[in-house]
């Protein structure tokens, strides 16, 4: 079947809904597309359905075709080639499950988890109440600020090593101070 053939049948499923000119093209376009999927690595049953389902696609958005952009062929054979990383895209993308354990709310903490969790709070800010106030200050904006290092030497204006220092020093305080208490 030549381009003007392809083109014309189109046309008529335009203007007409023309089962015929459908029926036409679908005989000659099936079984190409299915190899063409075939030749792609898709299995038999599946390069089937995708040609399929491109040509009802053809049939319910003839209208959108454009001869100045491609051939009958080359637009049917595009879709084809779309809905085959569609149907990829799906099957690598995994199902969400709602009853799965990650989606599922922490279980409320027990009520001496909370007076545990506030004791904890308290000994760490006696700690840091006895840190120097260069380390404190320190810490305070590499652990609740969520600076890097490198960010709080160019706030504070000191040597990148001297941050690293002060630091450590820090870590190694609050160890032992809240290992004694």
Sequence with gaps: ????????LLH???????????????????P?????????????DVAEDIAQDSLITLWRRAETFD?????????????ARNKRIDRIRRE?????????????????????TGIDRA??????REALAGLPAEQASLLRLAFFQDLSHRDI?????????????????????????LDTN
């Design 1 to 8: 079947m030549d381009r003007a053939r392809q083109a014309s």
């Design 12 to 30: 008529a499923i335009v203007t007409q809904n023309d089962r015929e000119a459908f029926a036409a093209l679908y005989d000659y376009f099936a």
């Design 32 to 44: 190409r597309l299915k190899g063409f999927l075939q030749r792609q690595g898709v299995a038999e």
């Design 67 to 79: 001869p100045a952009q491609a051939s009958v062929a080359t637009w049917l054979f595009t879709i």
């Design 92 to 112: 690598a993308r995994p199902e969400f499950d709602p009853a799965d354990p990650a989606f599922q709310p922490d279980p409320e903490p027990a009520p001496d």
């Design 119 to 124: 004791q904890q709070e308290d000994r760490l």
């Design 153 to 177: 030497a160019m706030r504070e204006n000191l040597p990148l090593g001297t941050v690293k220092s002060r630091i450590r020093l820090a870590l190694a305080k609050l160890k032992a101070l």
